[in-house]
T-cell receptor, first 113, second 121 residues
Framework: DQQVKQNSPSLSVQEGRISILNCDYT??????FLWYKKYPAEGPTFLIS?????DKNEDGRFTVFLNKSAKHLSLHIVPSQPGDSAVYFC????????????FGKGTKLTVNP | NAGVMQNPRHLVRRRGQEARLRCSPM?????VYWYRQLPEEGLKFMVY????????ESGMPKERFSAEFPKEGPSILRIQQVVRGDSAAYFC???????????????????FGPGTRLLVL
């Protein structure tokens, strides 16, 4: 039962263009969402988060959009850089829970020079 | 600012042996989480601990796996009598206790260590 889904295993974009990574969730109890970036043989690095009371959060080149009615969120990276090439994980947690994160399977982003 | 530390980074065990994975949280963090990542999969929650307390172990296999976070020292994830299916990357995360008025309760961002890659032969 995959509660957090990242349906695109991979994405390839040109340097300088926008990267859009998508994530869908099924559990309406989720109220906090995070994006992590992971390089091979390293741990996930926190990028950006959003609470369910917001629909957008921006931090530099990274913006996360949340559409609660569609149970969908997306991460926009503008402009994309070769150093952004990594696996991106979407994660969610729920209010009143133990704050454990439920992760998607990840999307491998490749930014071509 | 030392991040979350895990050791060993790589661990090789034969079937039936014990594996001990250690995690030292970031300074000032009182919450520790363990996750497991199988190949081509996302991270799966295993257990959430505070000092001397297991808060949520709903993701832990019922047998052979245990975790602790003592008053002094690192958190330990222990796997007894390892089998080949235990081969995976094990990640530890830590978080502070942060009041978040927007959410109306405590919310914590988790910061991950580099992981321990366990290989069972």
């Amino acid at each position: 039962d995959q509660q957090v889904k990242q349906n695109s295993p991979s994405l390839s974009v040109q340097e300088g263009r926008i990267s859009i990574l998508n994530c869908d969730y099924t559990n309406s109890m989720f109220d906090y969402f995070l994006w992590y970036k992971k390089y091979p043989a390293e741990g996930p690095t926190f990028l950006i988060s959003i609470s369910s009371i917001k629909d957008k959060n921006e931090d530099g080149r990274f913006t996360v959009f949340l559409n609660k009615s569609a149970k969908h969120l997306s991460l926009h990276i503008v402009p994309s850089q070769p150093g952004d090439s990594a696996v991106y994980f979407c994660a969610a947690s729920m209010k009143g829970g133990s704050e454990k994160l439920v992760f998607g399977k990840g999307t491998k982003l490749t930014v071509n020079p | 600012n030392a991040g979350v530390m895990q050791n060993p980074r790589h661990l090789v065990r034969r079937r039936g042996q014990e594996a001990r994975l250690r995690c030292s949280p970031m300074k000032g963090h009182s919450h520790v989480y363990w996750y497991r990542q199988l190949p081509e999969e996302g991270l799966k929650f295993m257990v959430y601990l505070q000092k001397e307390n297991i808060i949520d172990e709903s993701g832990m296999p019922k047998e052979r796996f245990s975790a602790e976070f003592p008053k002094e020292g690192p958190s330990i994830l222990r796997i007894q009598q390892v089998v080949r299916g235990d081969s995976a990357a094990y990640f530890c995360a830590s978080s502070p206790l942060v009041s978040n008025h927007e959410r109306g309760y405590y919310q914590e961002t988790q910061y991950f260590g580099p992981g321990t890659r366990l290989l069972v032969l």
